[in-house]
């Protein structure tokens, strides 16, 4: 059985810091792991690949410290508990619209009194039916996160609602998909998103709960930490990857280099 980082820093109110991988090669998980980011956002809401390439993943992340917060995709309660038995720490659920769905994510997150997870004891969660069932079960429920998304204009009506469920730890606001669906997208900065943001830090402060949300810059993460936030995500593979081989390429176009891009 494994300690949540997360939740041992939220305890603390100390911030966290998540990172998103969507490469599915098990070295990404391992770097990343073994260089210490706290969390490590496995997203099977938006990628085709199965919870057994996630089994995986998660293994290899194991030798480092991060936790696996893993999103899956809304209503697939099913492989949310999947997820968790293959060693996710925490489970970041999509599009969350009403206090009442909030509850069934904890319901299925969750052992009972808590919940009505489903037991088994033969994952790596517990690990491998090696972990006396009381001590897993009170295990589990005590170190096992739950972020759900605010990601639509209703749910922004709602999420002092939502806030105020037992078992939710943190509120993590979806910018993007919020701005699309009000009508403005990528307007990340209007005061429609700006104001729902307050919002949300102001319910998430009122219920004792933490949130966050996906920031692109480190003054955006400065001002949110400065809002209340503690949940922080930034960056992913594919833009690491593509920033490197775009620096690359400027610093050598200087020296003759041409590339013949089929991006732009």
Request: charged letters at 25%.
């Amino acid at each position: 059985m494994r300690r949540s980082v997360v939740r041992a820093k939220l305890a603390r109110n100390e911030p966290i810091l998540v990172t998103c991988l969507h490469l599915i090669d098990p070295s990404m998980y391992e770097l990343t792991s073994l260089m210490g980011y706290d969390a490590i956002w496995m997203d099977l809401e938006h990628h085709a690949y199965s919870v057994e390439t996630a089994g995986t993943l998660m293994r290899a992340a194991r030798v480092g410290t991060s936790d696996i917060m893993a999103r899956p995709a809304k209503g697939e309660f099913m492989r949310l508990g999947r997820m968790l038995e293959a060693g996710a720490q925490g489970i970041l659920y999509p599009r969350c619209e009403s206090a009442e769905e909030a509850r069934e994510v904890v319901r299925w997150s969750k052992f009972a009194p808590l919940g009505t997870r489903g037991y088994d004891g033969g994952n790596p969660d517990s690990p491998y039916c090696q972990a006396p069932m009381i001590d897993y079960l009170k295990f589990a429920n005590e170190q096992t996160f739950v972020a759900v998304q605010i990601e639509e204009p209703g749910a922004v009506e709602q999420v002092e609602r939502i806030a105020a469920v037992p078992g939710v730890d943190v509120l993590f606001i979806g910018p993007a998909d919020l701005s699309i669906l009000y009508g403005i997208p990528g307007q990340i900065q209007h005061p429609t998103i700006q104001d729902a943001i307050q919002r949300v830090a102001a319910a998430a402060r009122a219920a004792g709960k933490h949130w966050g949300l996906p920031v692109g810059s480190l003054d955006q993460a400065r001002q949110m930490l400065e809002l209340g936030a503690r949940f922080i995500a930034h960056g992913c593979d594919l833009l690491f990857v593509k920033q490197g081989l775009e620096r690359v390429q400027a610093e050598f176009t200087g020296l003759g280099f041409r590339f013949d891009r089929r991006l732009d």
